[in-house]
């Protein structure tokens, strides 16, 4: 209804939960203190249809520390909206929990604030850990040599950095050797010490730009957060430009002989709970030289 909200739950187990929140607009004595980045027990039931309805919340960590400074609360959103995107509904992933409380935690005590941009690339770093897509930054990606003083790039596709001897890649980035140090020592800091990261200058200006096609290529789906810090912080931080990759896959990997997709069509991009699929809908698959592999009545979507 048009007094309700949408809460997103990042469980204990780390996987994520939609959940109603009924007449959240109306009253705001129902639940009180429950507000973005908390951590609370929540009692859910189900609704009339069987989704989800926040019935009581108790919190035990408020994290008031992040509302009066607009820097952490954007640093907050910046990790909640990556973590958002990283998590999945019915997929547990308990690192990825512990890595957010971590996260919001260092935040609001002050870990974050004499080096803010360099705390982004350390959790970034580490959330890409936690998935499992961590990329090389001691040897090259694909050839796994050492790349100490050799001639770097920073290949996305490939998983990370790439020396001289790894296949051309025409979208991979340039990289100074002094950054791929500095992103190496960020991902095995603490987040609450990333402070004293020595980093240089442009140094992180070129980890934000590799590290933000990574992360677009892996996880992020929206920049909202990263815009709005992007505005607080000195001119040049977290470039806000949106970049869409397709990650051909890292180092070793071998792809399947064969595909299965699977899902749904729907008539809208953003479908609720009781949104009708398409019924009756055919699809074609190609691969990368346009000749047709699969044609049938089942209809998949890759983004319903």
């Known amino acids: 209804g048009d007094a309700d909200r949408m809460a997103s739950l990042l469980l204990d187990d780390g996987s994520r939960m939609e959940a109603r929140i009924a007449q959240a607009r ?132 490939e998983g990370g950095v790439v020396g001289p001897n790894a296949p051309i890649d025409l979208d991979s980035l340039p990289l100074s050797g002094a950054a791929a140090r500095c992103l190496d020592r960020a991902l095995h800091l603490p987040l609450a010490s990333q402070g004293s990261a020595s980093w240089t200058a442009a140094a992180l200006d070129e980890a934000e730009r590799v590290m933000q096609d990574f992360v677009d290529a892996h996880v992020r789906r929206r920049r909202r957060a990263a815009e709005f810090l992007a505005a607080l912080l000195p001119a040049g931080s977290l470039a806000a430009a949106l970049a869409v990759t397709l990650v051909a896959g890292c180092a070793g990997y071998e792809p399947p002989a064969t595909v299965r997709l699977q899902g749904w069509l729907y008539p809208s991009s953003s479908p609720t709970q009781d949104t009708q699929t398409v019924s009756g809908v055919t699809a074609s698959a190609y691969d990368d030289d346009g000749v047709l592999l699969a044609e049938g009545a089942e209809p998949f979507s890759d983004s319903p």
């Open 26 to 157: 109306s009253s705001r004595r129902r639940f009180g203190g429950l507000d973005l980045h908390v951590l609370g027990s929540f009692e859910l039931l189900p609704d009339r249809k069987g989704r989800p309805r926040l019935a009581s919340v108790e919190i035990i960590a408020g994290h008031e520390g992040l509302r009066a400074d607009p820097v952490r609360a954007a640093l907050a959103a910046h990790v909640a909206e990556l973590t958002h995107a990283a998590s999945q509904e019915g997929h547990p992933l308990p690192e990825l929990f512990r890595l957010a409380c971590a996260a919001i935690g260092a935040i609001e005590v002050g870990s974050a604030d004499a080096a803010p941009r360099s705390f982004c690339a350390g959790f970034e770093l580490k959330l890409l850990h936690v998935l499992g897509v961590r990329p090389a930054l001691r040897r090259c990606a694909c050839t796994a040599e050492p790349i100490e003083d050799l001639p770097i790039r920073w290949s996305t596709r």
